[in-house]
């Protein structure tokens, strides 16, 4: 990618969306069900609401309350069909209906975790689709099978390992091999672990950070990882042929804490929510930090990328800002 | 009146007149004979038709020479018969045009004879009526070959004679007479319906004479215009009727390639033409030259009924002969088009119609070749017309530009041939952007000034103007306003049938080319859209709109992301905005952006480091921008409500330039946010900006975070927040947070703009939270102050039937109170930071460890007067005054929240102090008008501190003034030393009343003051003192009254009850002192 230099020394946002009224925690971009299918962005907030919307119009079409009031941490859209999972601190997943301008609750799990930790889902062979979310214990990984809701398993770690609670989740298949479901967890002793899920046993597992893993992100095409924590570095790690974890390098950071990183889906950029008010883009192969974006006044939150490359970040100070960055080509 | 119906009858009479004619030949005779047909019915006059026609054409054909008078007469006569008879035999119809031939024809020449004029009429009107009063059937056999020589010679006599004749009379009768000839006649009962051959037929005869006629005619029409406008009328309608029919498509179409062997002599056979294509080749050709002539000579001509008969002319060919004249339909389309813009109306009215028809049936895109010659016009128009705009005056421009309107018009869709040749479309847009340009020079415009600052009151329906409407303009090389509206429908014209991505990319790169185009380059950009949609075209193709809304709407982003470009929105209109730039990028210090008027001599400015812009550059420029927001207007107008899309890119520019000093700009900027809300649909600009300010909030943000490219964001912050309502502070809050911060950074440079937002922010907030509480609350204070018997006591007081009862019970009122005021007072003295809140503040802090979650706008109000108190002392007098006010606003917002207020108030208290003590005057009163609201709000923990603080450093200098302003003379209200002591009379008056000042403080200021109730002390102080005395007397009239009286006592006092001694007061009554005059006046209104 033949990566222009910034115009200017402080970039600035393409627009700022507001109106959440409260500090914005979860963030995903879809595409609108009918019609032309414009770009819309999902917001999920501290007081529990989650906001549609519309990237043409910028504005709020809609918004969702499902929680109770309670902290929506994690919203998906499912690939089939237009329906979206959030998740909130209420314990509760809902699946909600769009389609068609619906806007209702079809489905919802219980959540026995009343932690931070965001669920994942694959999709499997339409409409199934597999849901890793912590677990009711206090280190367990449960996967469920959708949409039956029947378990698939729980997943534990050896008794002594203390690895804490699961902080993050991900998902993932390879897409070459026999399709295996595997699990990256990040858990709250600052370890990465890969868990296989149909024999519940844990591939390998590393320890790249010292505090609780905050986020990871995964690109099974160049079998490299990333994740962040609350302290001031980012790991990045790779998986071996023998399904072994290795850390590659760790980017040392200005300031500590990480709340998210994500991957641009064209796998050419990262972006990482840090508590510092920043985001910070890195080039994704060689981990140059290109860019720190600069707005907001508060704790950032949440970072998400759209198809097309746009960058989203939710923060604290209840405001979303969205940034047009190296165009994907 | 026919008197003799029967056949026999009529013999019987007519019969001795014919006799006698024969006989002998005299005009009495033939008059005679006239005279009795007329007693004839015509029915009988018929059947004696060969009778009577005897001797006259007996006495034509009587050899040896004959006086013309007899001639003339047997003429008229004969006229007369066959006016009333009609022709059935064909060889009588073939002897008499012969014979009526030759009374004309002298017999030596071949010229007409040199006769009288008025048997040339005869004579004429004689062959007219002939071929009239020929039977329906005979007349064709009338027409065979044969005929052809006599015809001919008939043929030129006529010709010669319309040429060539004094004579109007006989000239259009010359003319109607060849009409009738040549079977074109156009009266009512002379319409002999041809068949297809009959007419081929005829046409192969005439064809002879096509030549003759057709240059005849030319002569004729190009003649003088003296000449008379029925004669060219009547010879072009014989010109395009001729050769309409000799040369029409239909019936050379039917000609064979191979002449038919006609059966006639030699002699005639020579004289017959036959119309193959190579006769129509060069026939065609030939007239093509006439035709020209004839164009471009009637489409000048003075008379519109000449003109009118043009676009009959062009009509009749173009649709009868459009493949035989090809090689003339350019000439013929030209004058058409040319008539389109004719200035008589009639004439307009038919060229437009025969446009339409054509458009209608398809005459010029049917057809081909048509389309191409009608190009090829276009493309040399399009070569010729810079030229043609550089020399020619308002008229000749405006015939070129409806020429080329015209053509545009004709060719509808089909212009895009001549577009797509790069060539000539940089002639034509070269040639538009020649004829735009403005004229710069004007210094009026630079000149001008908006001066109200809230002239977004306007709502669309208000001023309902027409959204075409535009500001007046002066273009450099015409001032015909009509000529800048065929140019605006050109521009349309082409937007709407020319490929508009195609265009619109030619001109924004000449708009992006070079300063100079700029303009006319975003004129023509802005009239293009408008074509686009088609609203304003008429169209004559029914052509669907090609540009579909998606497209359209891209293109017009991408224009709109062109104009609102920095580089091209941002220019320099005014020195002042100069400066401000300068002020920003070389942070220089020294001069300041708010000196100058609108008289502001720009030339005399010759000595700035940079070269300074000339006036015409700020004109262009704002011009330039006047275009551009007219040209947002126009994209709104065309874009409808798909405009709402863009509203989130177009507002903000768009508020930022309403805002603008230039005035200019200011009412384009409102105009086409006049024109947003018509598409969009909102029903005044307050809802336009209020619906949408998450945009415009948008922008703010993001501008603010680079001020320096970006000086007016506050503007624009400013005009939302007073177009808004309470449903934007959630939006609001977080930018009010960055404008804070953003403050925080530019203290000393950008403070005049964000005192001013502050201070619009707290006013808005003000409005929108009204604190409903405030009544209740201030009742409450009324019902606990401790002077709440005062009312009563005034009344009772003043009343004179005071019983001793009264008295007794006011004495008693008064030693209770005294000692419970003696009580509180010593209260206050030992806790003063404790404030006297009422129960109901108390109530809402319901748990005094945690610090409840305070409202948005308390919080913004609490931020905004912290900041205050910073920028109190500021050098800048103007930001001193704003921030005052701001401050006030603050006291009020924040008034039922004490606990933020008291500290707050404690810390701002030792700079407001300084502005009460030692500031200027106008600061002085704002700090005075502060202190009342504060007094209202938090009076007892202000009264000590302000009468410790303040109160003995003003009244000592009041005390010490006063000597020095009772001598002064005239000149002393004009020293800052007056208006301080006038600031300061009139401010502590509104003060002790919300304050609440106790009798000790009154009667300090009182004290203080009374001196200025002198004589003595200039006027407007007096005023002041007497006013503030009013006040004061509200808080405590009794002892202002004691004090009063101390001065100048106008009555004595006879005591209410024997046992009381009298009273005797300080001044004695009679006893004229300086105070008489205002005391009396305020004891006046004690009472």
């Known amino acids: ?329 | 009146m026919a008197v003799f119906d029967t056949p026999q009858e009529a013999f019987g009479i007519l019969r001795p007149v014919c006799v006698q004619l024969t006989k002998t030949q005299t005009v009495e005779n033939v008059e005679h004979l006239q005279a009795r047909l007329r007693a004839v019915s015509d029915s009988a006059l018929q059947e004696l038709q060969q009778y009577v026609l005897f001797p006259l054409r007996f006495t034509l054909k009587t050899p040896g020479p004959k006086r013309e008078r007899l001639i003339q007469s047997v003429v008229e006569c004969l006229t007369f018969v066959l006016s009333s008879t009609c022709v059935k035999e064909q060889e009588l119809l073939q002897e008499l045009f012969s014979e009526l031939s030759a009374c004309l024809y002298s017999p030596n020449s071949r010229k007409p004879a040199a006769v009288s004029e008025e048997l040339k009429l005869a004579v004429t009107q004689g062959l007219s009526t002939l071929m009239h009063s020929a039977y329906g059937d005979i007349i064709l056999t009338f027409y065979e070959p044969s005929i052809l020589p006599r015809l001919g010679f008939a043929v030129s006599l006529l010709l010669d004679l319309a040429e060539q004749e004094k004579s109007k009379q006989i000239k259009i009768a010359a003319l109607q007479c060849l009409q009738v000839l040549l079977l074109q006649c156009d009266c009512q009962d002379h319409q002999t319906s041809l068949d297809e051959n009959e007419q081929k037929q005829l046409g192969d005869l005439f064809a002879s004479f096509l030549p003759g006629i057709s240059t005849a005619l030319t002569r004729v029409i190009t003649g003088d215009f003296k000449q008379g406008h029925s004669i060219v009328v009547s010879s072009l309608r014989l010109f395009y009727k001729t050769v309409g029919f000799i040369m029409a498509d239909e019936q050379l179409s039917r000609v064979s390639k191979v002449q038919a062997k006609p059966a006639v002599e030699q002699r005639i056979a020579e004289l017959m033409t036959h119309r193959e294509a190579d006769w129509v080749k060069n026939t065609g050709d030939k007239l093509a030259i006439l035709i020209k002539k004839i164009t471009e000579c009637v489409s000048v001509h003075p008379h519109w009924k000449v003109r009118l008969e043009l676009v009959q002319l062009v009509e009749a060919l173009l649709l009868k002969c459009s493949q035989s004249l090809i090689e003339s339909t350019g000439p013929l389309l030209k004058a058409l088009v040319g008539l389109v813009s004719d200035e008589s109306p009639e004439v307009q009215a038919h060229s437009d119609q025969v446009l339409r028809h054509f458009a209608d049936q398809k005459v010029v895109v049917g057809n081909r070749a048509f389309a191409d010659i009608l190009s090829e016009n276009l493309h040399s128009l399009a070569t010729s017309l810079p030229r043609l705009m550089n020399s020619q005056d308002d008229q000749g421009k405006f015939s070129t530009l409806s020429l080329l309107l015209g053509y545009l018009k004709l060719l509808g869709p089909k212009i895009n041939f001549v577009l797509n040749s790069m060539a000539h479309l940089q002639r034509l847009s070269k040639a538009l952007i020649q004829v735009l340009e403005l004229d710069v020079a004007s210094i009026k415009v630079v000149e001008e000034r908006r001066w109200n600052s809230d002239g977004l009151s306007a709502s669309p329906k208000e001023s309902a103007r027409p959204w075409n409407q535009i500001q007046r303009r002066y273009f450099r090389f015409f001032t015909d306003e009509r000529v800048f509206l065929l140019l605006r429908q050109i521009c349309q014209l082409l937007g709407f049938y020319g490929n508009l991505c195609l265009l619109v990319d030619h001109f924004m790169e000449l708009y992006r080319e070079s300063v100079v185009y700029r303009k006319q380059a975003a004129m023509i950009l802005n009239e293009l859209v408008v074509g686009a949609v088609g609203l304003e075209v008429e169209d004559l193709h029914k052509k669907q709109i090609q540009t579909s809304p998606e497209e359209l709407r891209e293109i017009v982003t991408s224009i709109l992301e062109e104009y609102t470009s920095q580089e091209n929105w941002y220019l320099v209109t005014c020195i002042e905005a100069e400066e401000m730039e300068e002020e920003l990028t070389v942070k220089q210090s020294g001069l300041h952006a708010i000196t100058s008027g609108p008289t502001f001599q720009v030339t005399s400015f010759p000595d700035l480091p940079k070269p300074s812009p000339t006036i015409c550059s700020m004109n262009s420029n704002i011009w330039q921008i006047c275009i551009q927001l007219e040209g947002i207007g126009h994209f709104a107008y065309a874009l409808g409500n798909d405009f709402r899309l863009l509203l989130m890119s177009a507002l903000y520019p768009i508020l930022e330039k309403a805002g603008d000093q230039t005035l200019l700009i200011s009412q384009a900027a409102t105009s086409a946010m006049m024109d947003m809300c018509h598409a969009c649909g909102y029903n005044s600009l307050q809802h336009l900006i209020n619906q949408n300010s998450d945009y415009l909030v948008n922008g703010i943000s993001l501008n603010l975070r680079h001020l320096a490219q970006h000086p007016h964001t506050p503007k624009v912050l400013e005009v939302m927040l007073r177009n808004s309502d309470a449903s934007l502070l959630p939006l609001v809050a977080d930018v009010v947070q960055d404008v804070l911060a953003t403050l925080d950074q530019f203290y000393d440079k950008r403070a005049t703009s964000f005192v001013s937002v502050l201070h619009a922010l707290l006013a808005a907030l003000a409005q929108w939270f009204p604190d409903t509480r405030q009544p209740q609350e201030q009742s409450l204070e009324k019902e606990g102050s401790h002077f709440s018997w005062r009312p009563a006591a005034l009344e009772k007081g003043l009343d004179n039937t005071t019983t001793a009862e009264d008295i007794e019970q006011f004495l008693l009122n008064y030693l209770k109170e005294k000692d419970v005021a003696d009580g509180n007072v010593s209260d206050f003295d030992s806790e003063e930071e404790e404030p006297s809140v009422s129960p109901e503040v108390d109530k809402s802090d319901v748990c005094p460890g945690v610090e409840p979650l305070l409202p948005v706008q308390t919080q913004i109000a609490k931020d905004v007067m912290e900041r205050c108190i910073h920028l109190l002392s500021d050098k800048n007098l103007k930001i001193r005054l704003k921030v005052l006010d701001v401050l006030d606003l603050c006291v009020v917002i924040l008034q039922s929240h004490q606990n933020q207020l008291l500290p707050l108030a404690h810390r701002a208290w030792p700079s407001l102090v300084h502005r009460l003590v030692n500031d200027d005057p106008l600061a002085v009163l704002r700090a005075f008008k502060v202190l009342h609201t504060l007094g209202g709000k938090c009076g007892d923990f202000l009264r000590s501190r302000f009468c410790k603080d303040v109160l003995p450093k003003l009244a000592g200098s009041l005390a010490t003034q006063a000597p020095i302003s009772a001598r002064a003379g005239p000149i002393y209200s004009h020293t800052l030393a007056f208006k301080l002591q006038l600031a300061v009379l009139q401010g502590l008056g509104p003060l002790c009343i919300s304050l609440d000042l106790g009798e000790g403080d009154l009667n300090k200021v009182a004290d203080a003051c009374l001196i200025y109730l002198s004589a003595k002390q200039p006027v407007k102080l007096q005023e002041a003192a007497r006013s503030l005395f009013l006040h004061l007397m509200k808080v405590d009239p009794d002892s202002i009254w004691l004090l009063l009286n101390g001065l100048y006592c106008p009555e004595q006092f006879t005591p209410p009850h024997p046992s009381l001694c009298p009273v005797q007061l300080g001044g004695a009554a009679g006893q004229q002192t300086p105070y008489t005059v205002n005391v009396l006046h305020l004891l006046k209104e004690l009472q």
């Open chain 1, 1 to 329: 990618m033949a990566a222009p230099t910034l115009p200017r020394p402080q970039p600035d946002p393409q627009f700022v969306l507001r109106g959440t009224q409260s500090a914005v925690h979860a963030l995903h971009f879809c595409r609108e069900a009918q019609g032309q299918g414009c770009q819309l962005l999902l917001s999920g907030s501290l007081s529990g609401l989650v906001h549609v919307w519309s990237l043409q119009t910028r504005r709020a079409l809609a918004t969702l309350d499902g929680h109770e009031g309670q902290c929506v941490t994690w919203l998906q859209t499912l690939p089939h069909g237009h329906q979206l999972l959030s998740q909130g601190r209420d314990q509760r997943l809902c699946l909600w209906d769009l389609a068609e301008g619906r806007n209702a609750i079809v489905d919802s799990v219980h959540l026995k975790s009343v932690g931070f930790c965001r669920s994942t889902v694959l999709a499997r062979a339409p409409p199934r689709w597999m849901l890793a979310m912590p677990g009711g214990g206090n280190d367990e990984v449960e996967i469920l099978e959708m949409p039956s809701k029947t378990s698939v398993c729980t997943l534990k770690p050896e008794a002594g390992a203390k690895l804490g609670m699961p902080m993050c989740l991900e998902l993932w298949q390879q897409a070459d091999s026999s399709p295996r479901p595997r699990l990256l967890t990040g858990y709250e002793d600052g370890s990465v672990a890969l868990w296989d899920v149909s024999e519940r046993k844990v591939y390998s597992r590393i320890a790249c950070h010292t505090e609780p893993v905050m986020g990871l992100d995964f690109d099974s095409q160049k079998s490299r990882g990333v994740s962040g924590s609350a302290e001031k570095a980012l790991a990045v790690w790779s998986l071996d042929e023998q399904q072994a974890l290795k850390v590659c390098r760790t980017h040392e950071l200005t300031n500590p804490g990480i709340a998210d990183v994500v991957i641009r889906p064209d796998r050419k950029l990262l972006a990482t929510a840090g508590w510092d008010h920043r985001v910070r883009i890195f080039h994704w192969r060689t981990m140059k930090p290109l860019a720190v974006l600069d707005f907001h006044t508060s704790a950032v939150n949440c970072v998400a990328f759209a198809s097309d490359g746009l960058l989203a970040a939710g923060s604290g100070d209840r405001r979303i800002s969205v940034w047009s960055l190296y165009q994907c080509t």
